[in-house]
């Protein structure tokens, strides 16, 4: 495989500017409506914030990869007192949760930085974060190169992992006779 330099983008969150507002969320979810900014859905959202105001916390965790296996970590997590288990600070979509799943089909969601045309300086979420949570940063990484998966093979393969994949080719072959 070939090495190449890539731009790696990535969120830093500082917690301790978190005031739980859910600005994120809000535009997050109002951008990746259909059609854009038509609607605010928060299960679109890419960025949630866990939250437990009675003790003042806030984390906000935007989404990651699709992981087709549930994790064997089950740590738990005490802030200020109070007990979290170690899901709700994960990235991942897994078979285990709802978290980052697109409400309507079940297909895993996964922050893109709000890639738009012409591009976006930085992620919506970074932008309208009012306290400055949430900062936006790009590094070049050398990596390998690998073969990139196409929207319809990203979904096919989480339809395949959550239903089968015999379970497809008989919706498929069922739908086909309708048409």
Known sequence: MNKVKKIIKSIKID????????AC?????AFH?????????????R?????????????PVYA???????????????????EYDECGFCRASCSSRKLFKE????????????????????PLCVQWCIND???????????????KLGDMEIGLESLANQYGLQKIIDTVARMSKKA
């Open 103 to 122: 409400p309507d089909s079940g297909l895993p969601l996964k922050c893109d930085m709000c890639e738009d045309n012409p591009p976006q300086e930085k």
């Open 25 to 29: 969320e809000v535009i997050c979810s």
């Open 47 to 59: 960025i949630r914030v866990i939250r437990d105001p009675i003790k003042d916390v806030y984390v």
């Open 64 to 82: 990651g990869e699709y992981a087709a296996s549930e994790c064997m970590g089950r740590d738990k997590y005490v802030i200020d007192g109070k």
């Open 33 to 45: 409506a259909s059609p854009r900014y038509s609607s605010n859905n928060p299960e679109r959202s």
């Open 133 to 147: 949570a949430l900062i936006y940063e790009e590094r070049e990484e050398e990596v390998e190169e690998e073969e």
């Open 15 to 22: 917690l301790d500017k978190c005031n739980g507002c859910r």
